[in-house]
């Protein structure tokens, strides 16, 4: 008997019980396909590729329950009763099968000996949906909405770390994978921008800007004036930024819903109540002896206190571009918010930014939030962000691959060993988010996170590095992306 819970059965609910039972199906329902993958992969001559399409295909359909008519704004939910059967029969027949511990050679068996029940289960499903919503969207929309997954990025945090991720970016451009929707985090954030703001964009561009910046360009001394973010050692400004990602005549910054790849930026609320119980030394740490030190001491320093704050008592992750009104920020305003970590890199909207600043007091004053930090104190992998993000129409599909990239979790590396805690701590966040992504690409070789801003050559080998790691992974993310179909040609021609 299978693990899997019975299917819903009625009407789309908005009892939160069956909306809960409904999304955990689905997202079983992208484990088992994102495991047969891997199973096929491993042994493509164990299964026909039509018996193996046509189970994907069946995933892709008993996932559907809101079906946007491509090229509108306008959506059709999905009597939830139709798709019932369908997706219960595959959690009850192949959930644990696929899930286990046998081989890719017994999974692909299973599938095998499953695929003409679920062909049979997936033709009645698609004429009963054509019948009932043949006005709507026509059976190509359809079979493109089962058969096709959108690529949604999520890029993590881990200052200088991050780098690679540009590399990354490029070996997917290169094999002309477009991400439809992007989460960051802080540098993943900063990096989310320059991928985001143009779908074919080019790279060289981006590294060529990069490899220019001088630190002054990024950040300066730290200032005293704090209005939405922590004081910190340094006040991250991000100049260069703002006048790279202004558009028209007069130069005005870009926002959040100018970009073409839609994008959104996780940034971390310190909630007033809980952030005044904290120990003075951690809400306003005094510089004292510590302005003697080196800057990477200051930072080692701060980084201890960094751990009163990963708690869920004390912040809360906020979705920037999420909503209509957060979607009107400043795009790099957003960024910097969502990379200033909490006493250490401060960052403040600049006194144009009227839209932003009003957007963010109303942030504070709705939540009760002291301040508005680093995203990565919250969630710094965002990939349940992500999934919720597509589960709310921000790309133009449902039916999604989820590819997360971290660059900040546990190594041995003895000229960080003083990060061990706090990756630790941002490794237990991993719990939740590593189920919601389909790929998870962990990047072993990067600069340190502390190299903010990395010399040419720095900067030029960690993209390779990113690159690399990469290509490892094109296999999976490639076959993850191939559009499927449920029948052939000559099979379709018949059932018409």
Known sequence: MSNAPAAVVGTRSTDPVAVDRDERERLQLQR????????????PEAMPQADYECLRYAFGLAKLHVFRVPGTRHEITVDASRIAPLRAWLL???YDRLRGSATADQKLAFCLEA???????CIELRRDLLALHGDEFSAEDLDREAGKRALVIVAGGGGGAGYVYAGAFARLM?????????????????????????RHGDVNDYLDFASKLKNGDIFTGARRRSEFCLPGLL??????????MATGDLRRPLRLDEMEIPLDLVVAGIRRRPYERLPSDVR?????AERWLPMWMQVAARFARLLQFFSADVVEPIVLGRDTDTRQVHAVDAAG???????ILQYEPGPGAGVTREIFSELMATRELAAIVDGGVADNVPARAAWRGIAAGRAATRNAYYLAFDCFFPRVDAKNFWLWPITQTVQMQMRVNRVYADTMVRFDRTLSPLNIVPSPSALHLSVGWGYQEMDERMPEVEEMLRPVSLFSKQAEARAS
């Open 32 to 43: 088992m396909e994102r495991a047969l993958v891997r199973a096929w992969l491993a042994a």
């Open 92 to 94: 009850e027949h192949l």
């Open 115 to 121: 695929a003409p029940d679920a062909r049979r289960r």
């Open 174 to 198: 290169e094999a002309n994978l477009i991400p439809d929707y992007m989460v960051g985090n802080s540098i993943g954030a900063i990096l989310g921008l320059f991928r985001a703001q143009r």
């Open 235 to 244: 006040h991250l400004h991000l100049r260069a930024l703002h006048q790279r």
């Open 284 to 288: 306003a740490p005094s510089q004292g």
């Open 337 to 343: 918010f969502s990379a200033a970590v909490p006493s």
